[in-house]
């Protein structure tokens, strides 16, 4: 699919890797709507894209919620007449371990709670599910040529300290097969879905990470760096480009590796 | 260019170039929309994508994050199912339940 004319729609796209996918296909000619739940961020992102000479508009919203996405793709298809490019960037960590020790004793002094499970499902998972729910229902209903985009992690393998994360992240991964297969199923031909497993990017998310464990990561990445939020911009944009890379996730890691060199 | 106030906040929408432009206050919300459509047809569209984009009910005032029912910048308060422009979902969501 040509990136040039399409209106693409970008949650968590306030911010991070979802900015960089914003301001990617306003370069390439895209006209976009900006959804994050930071008001103070979409203001920053719409005023760039001014600047750039692009078409977008900014929608505050919680993909948690479902009225809240029903008001974003409205805005969407109202601002511009169509939906064709949607990337559910929006994403959250609360990183810890399911049980802590006691040094000194040995025994359970903390365990995750809930208030650190419940907002990470809602958030990747539900949030993911109910934007390519709704976007499905637009493009299904409109006719129109439509991507969906989601957002996995290198970490869907299991991050010790990212049970809750990692747990929606292998979840995110999965569904292009299902939305897909469901699409086939269904006869629905015009959409097509497609997951991007990021490695370690470097975006203000990492900022709630272990800085040490972060810094021990990058010794294992072949590439000897962080990935930048352009060059997972970039593999999308190849993505909406190459119209047979479909029900899929594509991993852009810079080459992660286990201790001992063999890649993950 | 046109002026207006909704649910208690201030727009502007006018030509900027070849598109239209939303403001709230001094910032943009929308840029380079509706090119190409005759201006009355193109003031009214921004006219209607910012109460959209702004429905009532949900008031932007943060972000104020000690109110109890803030979620990020957003803070919900009850919904006027009274007013015309309420603009109502089939569901009922969690995080805003359609009773008071
Ligand atoms: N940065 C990395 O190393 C990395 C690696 C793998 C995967 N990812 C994934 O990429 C995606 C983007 O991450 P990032 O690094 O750009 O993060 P980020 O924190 O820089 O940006 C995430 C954006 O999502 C918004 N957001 C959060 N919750 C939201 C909600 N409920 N509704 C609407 N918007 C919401 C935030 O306000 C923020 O602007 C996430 O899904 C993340 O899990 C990131």
Redesign the pocket.
Known sequence: MEIKGKVALV??????????VVKFLVNKGAKVAV????QK?IDRVVADVKAMGGEAIGVL?????EA?TAKFIKATVEAFGQLNIVV??????KDQTMLTLDKETGKVSRKMGLDKWQPVL???LT??FLTIRDSSEAMVNGGWEGILVL?????KVGQVGQMN?SS??VA?ALLPKIVVGEFQMRGIKNIRCVC???????????A?MNQEALKAICADIHLGR??Q?EE?ASGIAHCIENDAINATTLEITGGLCYKGGIAK | MKTFTYNDMDFTVEKVGKGWEIRKGSTVVASGLYAGLADAEAEAKSIALAKTIYPVGIRIIGPDVTHPVT??DIKYYGPDVTHPNFIYWNKDSASQPKQL
């Open positions: 949650t968590g796209g306030g911010n991070g890797i979802g900015e960089a959804v994050d739940m930071s961020n919203g919680n993909v948690t919620s809240d559910a960037s929006a994403g959250i960590i809602d958030v990747n949030g993911t957002i996995s992690s290198i970490n994360y929606t992240k995110d991007i497993a990021p490695g370690y990017t470097a975006t203000p998310i990492l709630g962080l990935v939020p997972i | 979620v990020g």
